[in-house]
């Protein structure tokens, strides 16, 4: 299983990005797994962004809430996450992240950096 993550940059606070994740490999389907994205910031631990039941249901932390959004496209088995209203506390390594279970943690990206400037 391969997750390729795209999108990531520097903007001014205050601006938007859109990270893409991208699944790939041997009968693997988004369908079947819980998909969300992790960050981590510099010098903090890694935190659960949002994540994407597959049921449908969506998640996101309470210091993204009301900025970033969660959207899966499983015909093309990717998964994106929007960010607007962009803070320079959301700087960091951004990691797609796909699971069986309710918690996407078994299969990761390589990390797509996202810098914000005030």
């Known amino acids: 299983v391969q997750l390729a993550e795209s999108g990531g940059g520097l903007v001014q606070a205050g601006g938007s990005l859109r990270l893409s994740c991208e699944a790939s490999?041997?009968?693997?389907?988004?369908?079947?797994?819980?998909m969300g994205w992790y960050r981590r910031a510099p010098g903090k631990q890694r935190e659960l962004v949002a994540y994407?039941?597959?049921?449908?249901?969506?998640n996101v932390a309470d210091s993204v809430k009301g900025r970033f959004t969660i959207a899966r496209d499983n015909a093309k088995n990717t998964v994106v996450l929007q960010m607007n209203s962009l803070k320079s506390e959301d700087t960091g390594i951004y990691y797609c992240?796909?699971?069986?279970?309710?918690?996407?943690?078994?299969?990761w990206g390589q990390g797509t950096q996202v810098a914000v400037s005030s």
């Open positions: 994407a039941g597959r049921v449908g249901t969506a």
């Open positions: 992240a796909a699971g069986p279970g309710d918690v996407p943690e078994t299969y």
């Open positions: 490999g041997s009968f693997f389907s988004t369908a079947l797994y819980t």
